[in-house]
Structure formats: structure tokens, C-alpha cells
DNA sequence: CATAATTGTTAGCCAAGGCTAAACTATTTG
DNA sequence: CAAATAGTTTAGCCTTGGCTAACAATTATG
């Protein structure tokens, strides 16, 4: 409870969604899917974004740092590089330092370029780094392709002139 | 899969973040934990502003709406419903359809405000209609107040001018 | 109004993602 | 090089949020 609920949130103005019918049926059920989807794959797409990161920037990824980081158990942590080899998407003796497959670093490239696009975004918005930190953190996950290119757009426009 | 993944990953212009150091330990730690708070209140606020729109468009809340509409079987509805009871958020008799409590209506008034802003504010920005309700299910939940103000504040200029 | 259809509940199962405590391995250091 | 410290794994527990199948209640219909 710090930066993020400083002011109240507004009354929107234009015209309001309540104001608007209900979706149809089928396609709200598949909303809430998408986001269900989403949640299965986002812890494993930020464990594999943080080995990524830990191996260019220190060396190795070493189980005890994901933890710090994460702010989580040791425990939690051993658990997880289970599933995450399971998976195919990292390589581990026990007792030594993390690799990641060729997939995992695919998909290492993949949720950083997201995770920096719209952190970038926020940023030429106007929002403050250390919020735009934490909310890219978890946006980024919910983020369309589509959605993504027009901030990558909007990222550009803001740069360059 | 339909319009979430058709255009790929595009590169990130200007300052990569792969390339800046990583965050201190404590900060980076604290930005997953708000993401893991999120997820605990996320489904939560779903359903209660679902039942709210249900209530407020339909005259009632029904758990097989609640269950169709969420694309999930009545009995994981019936479940969540028990569940919103001991929080406080709803009043339900048996076989009878739901109200929302005070908080109830608070909660739900509170997310869909929020709900709305996300979304008018990706229509501004130019993400198709289809896609800004998919992507606002999301997002939603993980865009602190601050953002949300710049969020307004953006769909006020687009809109009025 | 009796039966059929719809709606709601309960029981029991499962996976994911947390935790603590205890055991084990590796590394550092006196 | 032995002992202490640091790092890793395992076992076992818990909650959440899904599911199916069986049963119960309500509502609609012939
Ligand atoms: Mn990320
Ligand atoms: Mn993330
Ligand atoms: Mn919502
Ligand atoms: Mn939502």
C-alpha cells in the first residue's frame, strides 16, 4: 500500500460501458477465458524472464537469487525449476546453476521484448518509473499483439520528435 | 488463439531494458508481490461487478448466468458464491438469486469504474473494440491509480477535440 | 397437478503455487 | 582439512479455482 492507491479513482467520462448491453454470451465467456489462459502461463513466462535476465547480467542463475527476487521460498523456487524442466524450457543438475533450453530462451526473448515494450509505453505516457515498473509487471501478460504494436507505435511517435 | 497472436513481437526502439542493470533486490521483489496480491482479488472483483452488471441489466443475478457468462461450470459459480458470502460481498438464500451486499456494491462500483476506464482508454489509443474488451479483462487488474489518472486524462483529450 | 426440464448444491477429485521444517550438498574459512 | 555456513532439495501442509457426477429444489408444461 504505498504509490498505488494514493487517488480515487474517477467517474469516467464518455460514454459509460455500464450504460452498454452485456456482451454476448459466448463472447464474454471467451474474455475470461483468455484471462485464464494467461494466468496459467505468466508465473512460468516471469520465472524464465528473470533466469534469462540473471544469466546475462550476473553469469548464472543461481536458485537462491530467483528466490530473493521473486520474493518467495527457497522451497517455492526448487519447485518450480522442476516444473520449468518438465516443460523443456530449462536445463539443471542438482545442486548447480540454471540454463535455459532453446525454447526457454525463446521464450525468455519473447516475454522481455513484451515486458520492455510496455513498460516503455507507460513511461512516454507520463507514468512515474517506479510505478510503470510495477504495473508493467503485470499488465504485461494481458497485453494483445495488436495492443502491443500500437504502443510500440505510440512509443516511437513520443521518442523521435 | 484467433487475434491475440497474428503480428509477432516487434523490436524495441530506443533504451532496451535487457540492457539497464537489474533492480535492487528489494524493489524487484516487491513488484512480483503486487502482481501475486493482484491475482488473489482479481477473480473476486470479476464476479462481483459481473453480478452487478447482471443484477443492474437484467433485473437479477442467477449462478447459471454468473456460470455461463464466465465461461466455468455452475458448480465452480456455486463455490465462488459461498465464498463471496463469507466475505461479506453478497447475500444469497438457497436456490434463490444474489444480492449484492453494501461492499458488495462498492467493490462492484469501484472495479467497473475501473474496468470502463481501461477500456474506453485502449479504444482511444486505437486497439479495435474486439481486442480492447479482451485486453481490459486483463490489464485491469494490474494498472495502479496513477496510471489510471493518465489513462482519464488521455481519453478526455481524444475525446473532447 | 404430475412430470419434465432447468437450476442449484454437494462431494470428491486435481493442479498450481504458496509455506515451514528437516535433510542433504557444496563452499568457505579457521 | 574439518567444521561452519550457505545453498538446495524433499516432505508435507494449505488455499484457490477448476472439473464431473450425483442429488435436490424450483419452475414450466402437457
Ligand atoms: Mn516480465
Ligand atoms: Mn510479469
Ligand atoms: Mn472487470
Ligand atoms: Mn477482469
Redesign the interface.
Known amino acids: 500500500m504505498s ?16 450504460g452498454d ?3 454476448p ?1 459466448g ?9 485464464r489462459n ?2 496459467e502461463t505468466e508465473l512460468i513466462e ?1 520465472y524464465v524472464e528473470l533466469i534469462g ?2 544469466i ?3 553469469g548464472e542463475a543461481r536458485a537462491a537469487d530467483i528466490a ?5 521460498s527457497q522451497a517455492t523456487v526448487s519447485k518450480m525449476i522442476r516444473r520449468l524442466n518438465e516443460l523443456g524450457l530449462v536445463t539443471s543438475k542438482p545442486y548447480r546453476s540454471l540454463f535455459l533450453t532453446e525454447d526457454g530462451q525463446k521464450m525468455a526473448e ?1 516475454s ?6 510496455v ?2 509505453f ?1 513511461r512516454a ?4 518509473d ?6 508493467a ?3 504485461e ?12 507505435r ?3 511517435q513520443q ?1 523521435q520528435r
Open positions: 504509490d498505488r492507491d494514493q487517488s480515487l479513482p474517477h467517474t469516467v467520462s464518455g460514454a459509460s460501458n455500464s448491453a452485456l456482451p454470451i463472447e464474454h465467456a471467451r474474455q475470461y477465458e483468455t484471462v494467461a494466468h516471469d535476465d540473471l546475462q547480467h550476473r530473493s527476487r521473486m520474493g518467495v519473447v522481455r521484448t513484451r515486458h520492455d515494450i513498460l516503455h507507460l505516457l507520463g507514468v512515474n517506479h510505478t510503470a515498473r510495477i504495473d509487471e503485470g499488465m501478460h494481458h497485453v494483445s499483439n495488436e495492443t502491443l504494436s500500437i504502443m510500440q505510440f512509443i516511437d521518442t
